[in-house]
């Protein structure tokens, strides 16, 4: 028995992209974990070893809005990245930076907002959140920083047109550590230059 050739497409793989990001786009699931194994079961795909990254459907959902959805989708994505830039200059204290399918282009209409802040005082935005009478859920995310697991503070505020934003604080020194990258991490200036473009 041959081995399969290593430049080989792996079909399965493509389709099971298509199909996870088709499932993002038409049903409003952001978790894509869930909407692999929703894909994975709707193809018969019962063995996980054809899974696709979330790269490749990221890829896959550009592919499918582009196609399917390229009336409206330029029009969501410019109103939840004006919505992101608004909490953004709110939050300009805290030098965010917003991440995600809203930054990436492969948000719908209701994707949430991703925001990430930097405070070593952990009570810091918890406290402007409540002076400027916001409300909000709180609770925890983990994150890996300098190479750790850690758990930091998180925040879900409802934007004006009900769309979620969250927001992870994480300390002042992992905004200096070289791990972000202009194309997953904007910062306000780089929202207003999308917005521009």
């Known amino acids: 028995m041959s ?22 786009a038409e049903d409003g699931i952001v978790d894509f974990a869930f909407a692999k ?49 608004a909490a953004m200059q709110l939050l300009e204290l805290f030098h965010p930076y917003l991440t995600g399918s809203v930054l990436n282009g492969t948000a719908g209409e209701r994707s949430d907002i991703n925001l990430m802040l930097f405070s070593d005082d952990v009570k810091a935005v918890l406290l402007f959140l409540l002076k400027e009478n916001l409300d909000f859920d709180d609770g925890e995310w983990k994150v890996r920083i300098g190479g750790h697991e850690e758990s930091v503070p ?17 300390p002042e020194n992992a905004r200096h550590n070289g791990t972000r990258h202009p194309e997953r991490h904007a910062d306000i200036a780089a929202v207003e230059a999308l917005l521009a473009g």
């Open 154 to 170: 998180s925040y879900t505020l409802t934007g004006e047109s009900g769309t979620q934003i969250h927001i992870i604080v994480l």
């Open 3 to 24: 081995k399969p050739h290593p430049q080989r497409r792996d079909l399965m793989r493509e389709q099971l992209a298509h199909q996870t990001a088709r499932i993002i």
């Open 37 to 85: 194994r929703k894909a994975a079961r709707q193809l018969g795909a019962a063995d996980t070893q054809h899974l696709p990254s979330n790269q490749e459907i990221e890829e896959a959902l550009h592919s499918y809005r582009a196609l399917y959805r390229k009336e409206n989708h330029p029009n969501i994505l410019y109103q939840l990245r004006e919505e992101a830039l």
